[in-house]
C-alpha cells in the first residue's frame, strides 16, 4: 500500500527551524548527524502522527541561505513493489533521475519539478534494468 | 492537537500531475473549482491516508511553467488555538504574513521562507489584534 511520510525541506539554522516548529506543536521525535558527510537530518511531527505523517529538516552544514527552489526537498511515499512503479512511471514518459539500484530507493520528479522519494517498504533483491541504471539530472 | 494536514504544490497541467501521482498509488479525493477567480483546488491521497496525509495541487488556471520555489506551496497544520499559536510565532519574532482575521487561517513561513498555512479546528470568533492586522509579504 502506497503511503504518505514526509515532507522534506532543506533548512540553514536546524535549532530555528525546530523552534519554529515546535511552536505550531511538533516536536523532534528522531535525528541522524552524519559527521562524515556534514548533514543532519531531523524528523518532526505532532504528537500522534508519528510514522504517520512528518516533517523531515535536511541541514547540509556547509550550506546556509536557501531561498525559493532548494528550500523545497521532496514528498516522500512508501510503495509496494519498487520496480513495479519505476516500471510503470518510465512507461508514462517519466525519467527515472534516482534509479532503485538498491532495490529501495527512487527519486522521480513531478511534472512541475517537484521531486518525489520513493521508498521500498524493506528491499528487493538488485534486479536489471535498475541495477546499473546510471542516475539522470537532480532530484 | 497540532495535525498534518497536506502538502500544496502548484501545477501547471493537473491532469499531467495527476496521471503522475496514480502511478504511485494516489488518488484524486476531491476537488474544488471556481471558475470566478479561475482556479482548482485537486486533493490527492493514498488509499486510508484520506484526511490524513494529503497532497493538495493548486491550479491557478491562467499560470504555467513554474519552477523550483513557487512550485512549492505550504505545509498545513490544523491547531487548536490559531491565536494563541500566532501569539507564541509573533512573541518568538515571527512575522504573521496573513493574520487569522477570521479566526480560522493565517500563513507564516519557516526560518527558509516555506509556507505554513495553520488552520483553525472549525473558527474562532473575530478578535482583535488580528481582526484589523493587515496582511504582510507573500506566502
Redesign the interface.
Known sequence: ????LH?M?????PA??I???E????KEIRRYDNEKDRFSLIFL?????EG????ELTHNWDESG???????GH?A?R??DIYA?CA??MA?G?TINRPPRDGHMAFVK?????S?E?LQDGSLPPQEPWASMENTGSW
Open positions: 500500500m502506497t503511503k504518505y515532507t525541506i532543506r533548512v540553514s539554522d530555528a527551524t523552534r519554529f516548529f511552536l505550531i506543536g511538533l511531527a505532532a504528537l500522534g502522527d504517520i505523517a512528518e516533517v536557501y531561498t525559493g527552489g532548494r528550500n523545497m514528498l511515499f510503495v509496494d512503479t510503470a512511471l508514462a517519466v513531478t511534472p512541475d519539478g517537484i518525489i520513493l
